[in-house]
């Protein structure tokens, strides 16, 4: 089976491929930070996404793919700019 976006998918979508034996969802996700001067503010959304991206095919995979969810409070690196 491919892997599927959640958020592209109606929840008919959903239910339906629940239905056929999909089994697993998984959601990728990495802050945006900093970290010093040599790396990106993404650098861990990016790795997140990654890794997500490379689940696919792998089993009945349900949003293996899809845009990270930067959450996290970030209030430890206030201090630093970005």
């Not at 976006?5 to 034996?21: C, F, P, S, Y």
């Not at 697993?24 to 996700?29: M, S, W």
């Not at 930067?70 to 700019?81: A, N, T, V, Y």
């Amino acid at each position: 089976m491919t892997a599927l976006h959640l958020d592209r998918m109606t929840w008919a979508e959903v239910k339906a491929e629940i239905q056929n034996g999909r089994d697993t969802v998984v959601v990728p996700f990495g802050s945006t930070e900093q970290h010093g001067r040599h790396l990106p503010l993404g650098t861990d959304a990016v790795l997140g996404d990654e890794i997500g991206c490379s689940l696919r095919g792998m089993g009945n995979i349900v949003d293996a793919c899809s845009q990270v969810r930067p959450d996290k409070d970030g209030s430890g690196h206030r201090g630093i700019c970005g």
